[in-house]
Structures are given as C-alpha cells and as structure tokens.
C-alpha cells in the first residue's frame, strides 16, 4: 500500500514535468499526379500512367514540399515576428498577414511636430511617383512608435487628415515590446523625450513579398529615385 | 494522517526544485537619480524592481536551449542573431571546452536575451534601470564620483577576456547584486534608444568620437568616462548582433 503512495506521488511529478511536451506525429500520405497536369490538380492515389499524355504518375510529395518551401518564409523574414498589431481599421493581425505584397514601412507617431510631416510627406511622395497600375501589389505601411497614443481611432483620423486611406495605406499600433522588437529589426533608433515627443530615425525601408529587407532610404527629404526604383523592381519581377 | 504528512513533503519537495529553477533575485528600490543621457529633465525616476543577482550563466542558457530548440545555433533564424550566435559550443546543446557551467552566457543577440526573460516570466532591464543600480559600490548607492570607483571599471577595461571568469567573482554591490563591472557588458530592453545618429551603421566616426572622449564635454557626468563607454557600445550595436564579452541579466515587476 505504501509503495502505491510512492508510485502515484512519483507519477504525478513526472506527469507535470511531462505535460509541456507535445509529440505529434502526421503520416503523410502518398498521392500521384500526372507531372504535365493533363488533368489538372486531379490526384490519384495508386501509381499508374497520366490518362491524356500516358506519362508516369509522380508521388505528389515532392512538389508539394517544394511548394511548401517557397511559401515558407525565410531567415531573414519580419514574417518571422510573431507580435500582434491593430490596424487603423480596428483588425488585430500578424505581420505575416501582410505577406504577398511589396512593403514600403516608416515608423512615425501621430503628435510628432517636428520630422514625421517631413517623413509622412516623403512616403506620399514615393506613393505619387509608382504607377498606379502596381498600387494593388504595394503596401504602405506606418508604423507607431507611440503606441500607448496611437490608438486605431486615432490612426484613422490620422489617415483620414494627410489624405492617405487608400487601399494601399496601412497604419499599425503595436505593443510597446512589440514595437521596440520591430525597431531592432528596422535599425530605427528612438527615444521618449517626453510624454508626447520622441527622437527617432528617419528610415523607409522596402521589404519584398516575402518580408526581406532590400532596401533603407535614411534621412529627410533626401532624393527618393532610388527607392522608387526599387519598389518597382521588386514589384515587377 | 502519514498520507497526508508524505503528500506535503513531495509537494514542498517539487516547490523547492520549482523555485530553485528560477536565479536568486533582490529588491531595487527606485529612485531619482541624474544618468548620462537623460530626457528632456535632467533626472529619471526608477520605480522598485527586483534584478538577478548574478548574469545568466552558460548553463542556464543551456537548460533555454534545451526547452526551447527555436534558440539552437542550428534552428535559430539569421533575422534574430547574427553568425557568431553561441560561437564556441560544440554542438546545440554542448558547451565548449573551455567554457564554465558558472561563466557569464555571451555571444547572445538582444532578440535571444528578450526572449529568454520573457520565458521566466521577467523582462531586460532598461537603460535607466541598469545603469540605476550599476552606479553603486559595495557601500553606497551612487558611487559615480568616487575615484576607486571610476578607477575599478576602467581597470576592468583594460583586463582581457573577463568573460571566461565566474560569475560572482567581482564585487557585491550596496543591492546586493554581482558583476555589473569587470565581468560582461549586458544587454539591456531598449539599448536602440541611444540616438549618437539616425542609424547604427552609420556611427562609425561619432563611435570614434565617442571613445576618444571629445563628446564627453556635452554631458552631465564628466566624471562618468566609463559609462561613456556603454553607451557607445549601446549606440553602435544592432539586435542581432552577438559579443563575446556581452550577456546579460533579467529583471521583474514587483
């Protein structure tokens, strides 16, 4: 009987040090496809010949993991961070939610006097400067880095003011955390000086669709050819 | 009533085991002080927290590791620490031959650090905090113009590879906390709020400024060369980056 005590008392400890462990293991299934796709995405699910141009069927597998893998977001992804953020619409979303598009970020707060016009300004610049014809495939985003100010409503009014609602415009209030981790990706640099002031840097940075950075322009109303040209570039290939 | 009485003691058995998981930490009580660079007023006020005792060590970053295989030097992502990641272990999950249980972890990225305190339920210190608490001695809260004070840091400065040491194996200081000098550097929450320019990379000759001493003239500590120092390696680093001679410690809300 003693022993039983000794047992149950030894199993629930291990019981608790065990149950952060999840293992799970999926069997894939193996299914068939003619590799010119004839048929389409039709699948078979035993070896045997394409109907239409007689070829071998092909494990499907393969493709599919190599689907994966070019869906898969890579190291140097911002997809990698996994902080939510609001929108200026009142949705709560993941950066990777965002994947897809060409990405232009800034990151600004509403009550800035001094450089965010300037910064705000130069991004409508660039917006002006790209065909319209690509619009659908670029995402503005503006970051806050205030976001104890910078509520949704406040975004929107914000948006609604410098003439940048569009489609194409995204502002985005995050946790303090979650913003200060967003900034080390960025290299942004800022500092509350006061309750409603900050010091920051003055960078716009191009990510392409799958969330690599491939380009910073730093500084004010600095010539902006080159990342234009490069928004176009990525957004084209 | 033995059923009872065994029960009590696995359970208090298990809590020990549970707590001592956890490092040792102490109370910090807040307080006004002036830092290097402040706000827009001269002063900042700290509120009360509790710090680490001691910088996490290699085998509690190990222990990380292990329960958490996003942080392996083979799984962890290029976007959160650079090449040098954990340089010098053997393999995932071993250290290297030469590196101490009890030596201070480096060769960390500020994402890793975060993310290890916030595993532990605690946060990094800020700026304002660390160098809060790292202004003291053994017997004074604020030591900064003390001569031997000054003296210690810079002497540390000069020692070489004080990382491989143990923590523990400077002094205790008036908190009650180890090693915030002559052991490692030590991340801290926002250390990208150190605006020597726009960008890090581009800190190249304002660095060099910086460590030739000819911007302390602006400061409200000219005394204060050593913590020039931190600042400059503060200014100048990236999230990802990773040091040899830089760790780190957590702190918690009350």
Redesign the interface.
């Known amino acids: 009987m003693k022993i039983l005590k000794y047992i149950v008392v030894i199993l629930l400890v291990v019981i608790g040090f065990q149950s952060c462990k999840n293992t799970s293991n999926k069997k894939a299934e193996v299914v068939y496809q003619c590799p010119m796709k004839c048929e389409g995405e039709k699948t078979y699910t035993e070896p045997g010949s394409c109907s239409v141009c007689k070829m071998d069927l092909k494990p499907i597998s393969e493709q599919v993991l190599k689907k994966i893998a070019t869906d898969e977001i890579s190291d140097n992804s911002i997809f990698n961070l996994t902080s939510k953020w609001n929108t200026e619409e009142g949705k709560t979303i993941q950066l990777e939610d965002l994947k897809g598009k060409t990405l232009v970020m800034v990151m600004i707060y509403t009550t800035c006097k001094a450089a965010c016009p300037r910064l705000v300004a130069d991004m409508r610049n660039i917006e002006k400067e790209i065909p319209r014809g690509l619009l659908g495939n670029i995402n503005f985003v503006l970051v806050s880095i205030d976001p104890e100010t910078d509520t949704p409503e406040k975004l929107k009014a914000f948006a609604i003011e410098n003439y940048m609602d569009d489609e194409q415009w995204t502002f985005l209030q995050g946790s303090v955390s979650g913003v200060r981790e967003f900034a080390n990706v960025l290299a942004v640099k800022y500092k509350q000086i006061s309750p409603l002031d900050f010091s920051h840097s003055n960078i716009i940075s191009v990510f392409n669709a799958g969330g690599e950075l491939v380009h910073q322009q730093e500084g004010l109303g600095v010539d902006n050819k080159e990342t234009i040209s490069k928004i176009i570039e990525i957004t084209t290939k | 009533m033995n ?1 009872i009485f ?2 009590i003691f ?1 359970m208090l058995l ?1 809590f020990t085991i549970h707590v001592n998981c956890q490092s040792k930490m102490v109370l910090i009580k807040g307080g006004t002080y002036i830092p290097l660079y402040g ?2 007023s001269l002063t900042v006020t700290i509120g009360d927290f509790q710090m680490d005792v001691y910088p996490v060590t290699n085998e509690e970053y190990l222990q990380f590791v292990k329960k958490y295989p996003k942080w392996r030097k083979s799984n962890v ?4 620490a650079d090449a040098n990641y954990l340089r010098g272990w053997k393999s995932d999950t071993i250290l290297g031959d030469n590196q101490l249980l009890k030596a201070p972890i480096t060769n960390i990225s ?2 890793a650090a ?1 993310d290890y305190c916030e595993c532990q339920g605690k ?1 990094l210190p800020t700026i304002d905090e660390w160098e809060y608490v790292a202004m003291a001695n053994e017997d004074i809260p604020d030591a900064r113009i003390l001569k031997n004070y000054n003296d210690f840091i810079l002497a540390w400065y000069e020692k070489p590879k004080t990382f491989n040491n143990e923590i523990g194996s400077t002094f205790k200081n008036y908190w009650g906390v180890y090693d915030l000098h002559g052991l490692v550097w030590e991340w801290t ?2 250390f ?4 020597i320019s ?5 800190d190249v000759d304002t660095d060099s400024n910086l460590f030739c001493g000819s911007a302390a003239l602006g400061a409200t500590d000219l005394m204060n060369y050593a913590a020039f120092m931190r600042y400059a390696i503060r ?1 100048s680093s ?3 980056y990773t040091m040899k001679n830089l760790g780190f410690r957590c702190v918690k809300d009350l």
């Open positions: 059923t065994r029960l696995g298990f706000r827009d992502k290029s976007l959160f500020w994402f975060n946060r929450s926002d990208n709020s150190v605006l726009g960008e890090s990379r581009k200014g990236k999230a990802k």
